[in-house]
Structure formats: C-alpha cells, structure tokens
C-alpha cells in the first residue's frame, strides 16, 4: 500500500484542516448545538476538506504512478 503522505505540503494542510475542524466540532458539541447546526457548520467542512487533503493525488500526477523523484 502506498504511502498517504507523500507530498508533505498537501498532507500538512489536510491535517491543520483536520485538527481545526476537529477542534471546532468538539466546541460545538461542548456547547450544546444541535445536530443541523453542526452539520452545517465550517468545523463540518473543515473535517471533509482536510481528509481530501491528506487522500489527494500529488500535483505532479497526470495519471498512472509515478516515482516521486528524491529531494
């Protein structure tokens, strides 16, 4: 399996997305908000973006695989 984290700058902006949204949800949780609230909230969207930032292809990626070249 390979590896999530390849492209460093994509799977650190996924994972500040992550852990802000996170942070967001549990304060809304902690405040008592109801359901369709949070749904609809930023922390919501946070969550979605930062785990589709740390799955995304690497800018350099057309298609198929290809070797990511040593820094």
């Not at 492209?7 to 405040?31: C, D, E, P, R, Y």
């Not at 359901?35 to 979605?48: D, W």
């Amino acid at each position: 399996m390979k590896s999530i984290t390849i492209n460093w700058k994509t799977s650190a902006a996924g994972a500040v997305s992550l852990l802000t949204g996170v942070a967001g949800l549990i304060q809304l949780l902690s405040s008592g908000a109801p359901l369709a609230q949070i749904i609809s909230s930023p922390a919501a969207a946070e969550i979605i973006t930062g785990v589709g930032l740390i799955f995304a292809k690497d800018g350099n990626v057309t298609g198929g695989t290809v070797v990511q070249p040593s820094a």
